[in-house]
């Protein structure tokens, strides 16, 4: 399973960005998709997660700013992300779960200034 995230990029205090992720290869069999960020100097942490039914979780921290969605056609797992917060900055990954193994993206960089 290959996973190729986009989207990242430089955003003020407030405004949106949309992270998408395609997977691709051996896809059959791909469970759960997530996205996890690492800020700098922190620990990598789950931001938000979609099972392939559609049910979704968050942290708390995005809780009604972000929302994440998935198309199982492709399989894509997108997180549409708004009202950024400097401590939102990060390096976001794409993950899946892949009959039990894990599976990431390469990482794309989002910065929020205040």
């Known amino acids: 399973v290959q996973l190729q995230a986009s989207g990242g990029g430089l955003v003020q205090a407030g405004g949106s960005l949309r992270l998408s992720c395609a997977a691709s290869?051996?896809?059959?069999?791909?469970?759960?998709m997530a996205w996890y960020r690492q800020g700098p100097a922190k620990q990598r942490e789950l931001v938000a997660s979609?099972?392939?039914?559609?049910?979704?979780t968050y942290a708390d921290s995005v809780k009604d700013r972000f929302t994440i969605s998935r198309d199982n056609a492709g399989p894509t797992v997108d997180l549409q992300m708004n009202s950024l917060k400097p401590e939102d900055t990060g390096v976001y990954y794409c993950?899946?779960?892949?009959?039990?193994?894990?599976?990431w993206g390469q990482g794309t960089q989002v910065t929020v200034s205040s």
């Open positions: 993950h899946a779960d892949w009959l039990g193994d894990d599976f």
């Open positions: 979609i099972t392939f039914a559609g049910i979704s």
């Open positions: 290869g051996s896809i059959f069999g791909i469970n759960d």
